[in-house]
């Protein structure tokens, strides 16, 4: 390549990912992130198939499973608390719907971010706001530190990526939605769940959630709800989660005091939930890798995945290449086929998920009472066995390890 000066946007799990194995082939890596530090804590994410072989590859898999969350599986519950239905973690081989290695989102990003150091420059508290391209490179404004030149810009940056918009236009051309809006946060609530990541779900798509953290004492809670698009202000914590009581208000098992948690949680997130489907990754010297490129949705399972196994590709593609285009259509034509699948979602999609009233509830408990026996067996195995439906590329750069 005529130089080796690529700046990525977004520090979560892609980002890091993508400027660790930069710089084992001799990049040089800027990362910009506009949280003022790594992000802690977080919900659980999946360490599956071709994503836990990219961490095993990367030398953390031991570091990786020593903060792992130790989980009995999924069950779901009704308002007093019964369990309706269950999966263990160790159904469909540690594979299924609690996989066999659940890690919080911010230590899985903490480990990576470490991994990257001290070879890796990061730009905390900041963010792009303009990309200016020519045919040796791209100048990038950013919104407080000063203009800068690189080869390559890649976004990193999410589902609401901000180098997706400034390169390929407006997020609404390339985020499909849902339907389905989402809290989660920390409480330190102390609620009866015997190990178990528990779902309680009532009529109107109401869906309320609560899993053991990491720490002792410590919840990971949500609350997701199906409706039709809403606008609301994205910075405006109050109103969100005022939203959220009214949405709620009345009903059983633990959501009383998820609600009352919710206020004065330290961490609280809502979001819409939403696929991004684009014909190619790249627009001239700027790709997109993770989420920002082809986030599948949570309901998957398969985003952490997608987003280890495109930076791992992205990365090799770019130091055996030579050529920038060449590696960017490379990385597409891997990775097209394996983001497909992942974006196929369940049975039932956000349907199935939170369900609209109680005989939906009842069928979807009915089907995970029967996922591990014929039919369903089949036809769930398929969908838990994607986030191994890729064979990674050997690079040079990665043999030794």
């Known amino acids: 390549m005529e130089s080796n000066d690529i700046l990525i946007s977004g520090a979560g799990i892609a980002g890091p990912a993508l400027a660790y194995w930069l710089r084992e082939a001799g ?14 804590g977080g919900q659980t994410v999946d360490l599956r198939g071709a994503g836990r072989e990219v961490i095993s590859r990367m030398g953390l898999m031991e570091r990786a499973r020593a903060v792992s969350v130790e989980q009995r599986g999924m069950a779901m519950v009704n308002a007093s608390g019964r369990f309706t239905a269950r999966m263990p973690a160790d159904g469909f081989d540690g594979e299924g719907m609690v996989s066999e290695i659940e890690i919080l989102r911010g230590d899985l990003g903490q480990l990576l971010y470490e991994a990257t150091l001290p070879d890796v420059e990061y730009l905390f508290d900041d963010t792009v706001t303009g990309l200016s391209e020519d045919d040796e490179g791209v100048t990038v404004t950013f919104e407080k530190a000063a203009d800068r030149r690189f080869t390559l810009v890649v976004g990193a940056d999410g589902l609401h990526s901000r180098v997706r918009s400034l390169a390929f236009g407006p997020e609404s051309e390339f985020v499909r939605p849902l339907d389905l809006y989402t809290a989660w946060f920390t409480t330190t609530e102390e609620l009866e769940l015997d ?33 039709a698009p809403l606008s609301y202000d994205r910075r405006d914590t109050a109103a969100q989660q005022g939203l959220l009581e009214r949405r709620f208000a009345g009903l059983g098992w ?11 949680a330290p961490d609280f997130f809502f979001d819409s939930m939403g696929q991004v489907r684009l014909d190619r990754w790249f627009r001239g010297r700027v790709a997109l890798v993770g989420d920002a490129g082809y986030c599948p949705t949570p309901l998957t399972g398969l985003g952490t995945s997608l987003g280890l196994v495109g930076a791992y590709v992205l990365a090799g593609e770019l130091a055996t290449a030579g050529d920038h285009r060449v590696a960017f259509e490379n990385h597409d034509r891997i990775m097209r086929p394996y983001v497909q699948q992942a974006q196929q979602l369940p049975p039932g999609g956000a349907r199935s998920y939170a369900p609209g009233n109680a005989l939906a509830i009842r069928l979807r408990d009915l089907s995970m009472r029967s996922m591990t026996s014929w039919p369903l067996r ?10 191994g439906n890729i064979e990674l590329p050997d690079y040079d750069h990665t043999a030794a390890r």
């Open 195 to 227: 190990g178990w990541f528990q779902m309680y779900s009532a009529p109107g798509g109401l869906v309320a959630s609560a899993r053991p953290g990491r720490l002792p004492g410590e919840t990971k809670a949500g609350l997701s709800f199906r409706s």
């Open 378 to 387: 089949s036809l769930f195995g398929a969908q838990f066995a994607k986030a």
């Open 27 to 40: 990049f040089h890596v800027t990362v910009v992130e506009r949280a003022p530090a790594p992000r802690p």
């Open 254 to 264: 633990h959501v009383p005091r998820l609600l009352r948690a919710m206020r004065t």
